[in-house]
C-alpha cells in the first residue's frame, strides 16, 4: 500500500514537472500542432525581443524580486539577533501564526488602500495639519511599494522557518560560548551563528526569491503598468486571444524560468563567497559589534494590524470623500448584494482547499511512512521544485499540455495543480515532526499484537496529530492563495475568493474589492485558528487525557507482585 502511495505521488505531483517544462521549450520553438504551428523556428524569440520596454520590465523584475527578498533576509536575522530567548520574542513568535494567516492577495488590497494617493495614511496626515504631496506607494514606477509589501510578507515566513533551524543550532550554548570568550551578543550572532544559520535557510530563501521575480497577483494590485514586471508581461502574453502568439508567451515564460534559475545561482555563489570564500571577516577578532534591531518587528505588526481595519472601514463605507479621515456615511449594503456571489466563491474555495490539501495529506503521510520503513524517499530538490520555480513557467507548460488532451475537464486540472503546489508544502511541515518520532512506541505496539496500520493509527497518529492539524492549516491556506493555478487551468471558469479579489482590485468599486480582501483573509484566518486549537486540543490529551490515565494505570499494574 505505501508503494502504491510512493508511486502515486511522483505521478501526480512529480512526473508533471517534465510536461510543464517540455511544454515550455517546444512552444518557444514555434512547434504548437493544435494552433496550426508545425515548422519549428526562431521567430517567437525575435518576437518576444523586439517588444519595447522588455529590459525594463525585466531590470523592475529583478529589483522588486532581489531587494524585497534581502529585506526579508535582513530584517530576519536583525530580528533573531536582537530578541531571539527573550520575552519579547514570546511575543513576536505568537504574532507570526496571524500575520502569515493573511493572503497575499488580502495584504496587497488592504496595502493598496493604505498607502495610496488617497489612502488612509494620507488621509492622517491631512488631518493633522501636514501636507502629504503626491505621497502613493500604489504603482509606483520603481516598484519600491511592491518591494515594501513583498519584504513585509516574507519576513514573517522566514521567521518562521528559523524557528526549527535555531532550535538545532542551540543558541543558548553558542551565546553562552561567545560571552566567556569576550564577544558581546551581536559579534556572535554575526561570526557563528550566521554562518551556520543561513545554508540551513537556503530553501525558505529561495522559495522567497522565486515567489518575488514571478508574482502576478500582487503585482497586478500594487506594482507598476508601464512597463508591468516582467511576469505580469508574460501573462498578458499568455492571455493574448490569438492562439497562435503562445510561442512568444512561451519564449516570455522560459526567459522568466532562466532568469530564475541565473538567480538561484548568483544567491548560492554569494553565499559560498560571504561563508567560505573570503572567511577572514568571522576571525578578524571584532568583539564589541553593534547590530540594529530593536523596533525592526514594529512594521511586520503595525502594517497588517492598519490593513485590516482599513479593508473594514472601506466594506461599510456608503460616502467616503477626500480627505475626510472617516466616512461620512455608512451602510452594509454591499455586503447585503454580495451576500449570494461571495457564499457561492468561499463554498467553491473551501471544497477545492479541502480536496486538494486531503489528497496531499495522504500523499505525504504515504511517502514519509515509506521512506521510514525503506529508507527511499523523494529527494528534496525534487519536492522544493514547485516551490523555486517559477509558477507562471511551469503552469504554462502544463497548460499546453493539458490543450492536448481531449475534454473540458477544467475543476479536475485545477484541483490536480492545487495539489501539485500544496503537497511540497505539507510534505516539509510533517517531515520534522516525522523524523523526530521516536519509532519504540510503535515497535513496542507491534510487540503487543497490533498490526502495522494499528500501531499506527492507535500509537503514532495521536501522537503526530497536532503537527497534523498545523500542516492541515498550511496546505488550506496555500491552496486558498493560489492564483495562477485556478486561473489557467480552470480557462476563467472555476472562480475563488482569490481570482475574483484580484480581478474586483483592478480598478472596481473600493467597498466590493474591501469585502473581497476581508473574506480572502478570514477563510485563512480561522482555518489556523481551528486548526491551533485541534493542535492544543490533542497535545492536552495526551499529556493530561485517558493516555496518561491508562498510562498510569499500567504502571501501577506492572509494580503488584505476583505471587504463583
Known sequence: MLYLMFIATLLICCLPLLPGLLGILLPALSWLPFAGLAHPGPQAFYQALAWPGLSSSILLTL??????????????????????????WRNIESWLSPMLAIPHVAFAIGFAFTFSSTGIITR?????????????????????????????????FLLLMSISVLQQLNVGRLLAAGNGLGYNRSSTWLTVILPQWLPRMRLPIYAVLAYGISVVDMAMILGPTRPPTFAVLVWQWFNEPDVALLPRAAVGALMLLMLGLCLLAVFRALEWLILRGFQGWQYAGHRDQHLPGRYFHWPLIAVPLLVIPVLVLWSVALRWRFPDLLPSRFSVQFWQQETAVFTDLASTSLMLAGISTAIALCLSIGCLEYRDKTGTGIPGWLIAMPMVLPQVSLLFGIQVTTYMIPGQHHLLWVIWSHVLFVFPYLYLALDGPWRSFDRRYTQTANSLGLSGFQAWWRVKRPMLMPAICLALAVGCSVSLAQYLPTLSLGAGRVSTLTTEAVALASGQDRRVSAIYGLLQGLVP?????LATFASRYYQSKMTSGKYTRNA???VLVSQKPHYK
Open 525 to 529: 484566518f480561522m482555518l489556523f485558528a
Open 124 to 156: 492622517l496626515l491631512s488631518a493633522l495639519g501636514g501636507d502629504p504631496g503626491q505621497f502613493s506607494l500604489l504603482q509606483d514606477s520603481y516598484g519600491i511599494g511592491l518591494t515594501l509589501a513583498l519584504a513585509i510578507k516574507e519576513t514573517p
Open 63 to 88: 529589483s522588486t524580486g532581489v531587494v524585497s527578498t534581502l529585506l526579508a533576509l535582513t530584517f530576519t536575522f536583525l530580528i533573531l539577533q536582537r530578541y531571539w530567548g527573550s520575552r519579547r
Open 552 to 554: 498510569k494505570a499500567n
